[in-house]
């Protein structure tokens, strides 16, 4: 059996420099989100302390993608997490969204299949309705561009469009990218 790859260390200095221990030079929060994009895991640590600081660094880079306009996380998310940070369902918060980025990363069949999937210990919790809304609401908004996708979920390999329609859709698509760009 293959051992999992250790992840990155990136150690921080005092002067709140980033060291990348395997390359032996310093790195940006931009290089540490291209490790991740390639798939790597990565922990940052500080040097003189040994504190784990992999997280305030996640979170850092995911604000700066936000403040850019990369926006990932619509408002009403945003809103809805940090109203979770002072209500009782704080507890379930980061079992849901870890649950439903595995679910990103196994693909838009099972996404539909587990949150169908009987019997779920969750569905006799108060407001799992309501959890299930936003979670589907959420998982629109991250599947939108991608291709299986529609605004209103997988799409059914079984429905054939017209292709006048489907040229259309595309047409579509490519207008709205191109207002995207435009305001970039």
Do not use: C
Not at 1 to 14: V, W
Not at 65 to 85: A, C, F, I, M, Q
Not at 136 to 163: C, L
């Amino acid at each position: 059996m293959a051992e999992p790859a250790k992840p990155l260390l990136i150690k921080r200095y005092a002067s709140r420099r980033l060291y990348n221990t395997e390359t032996s030079d310093y790195v940006t929060l931009e290089d540490i989100a291209g490790f991740i994009r390639a798939g790597r895991e990565v922990q940052i640590v500080d040097l003189k302390s040994g504190d784990d600081l992999t997280r305030q660094y996640l979170l850092q880079i995911v604000a700066e993608h936000e403040s850019k306009g990369d926006t990932v996380l619509p408002t009403n998310v945003l809103t809805d997490l940090v109203r979770s940070y002072t209500s009782n369902i704080q507890s379930v918060v980061p079992q849901f969204l870890a649950a439903s980025f595995e679910m990103l990363r196994d693909g838009p069949t099972k996404v539909i299949e587990n949150m169908n999937a009987i019997p779920n210990p969750l569905t006799s919790m108060p407001g799992f309705d309501l959890m299930k809304k936003q979670q589907e609401a959420f998982m629109k908004t991250m599947m939108g561009g991608v291709p299986g996708w529609g605004a209103s979920g997988p799409a059914k390999e079984d429905a054939a469009q017209d292709p006048a329609e489907e040229l259309a859709e595309i047409k579509k698509q490519f207008a709205e990218l191109q207002k995207k760009l435009s305001k970039l």
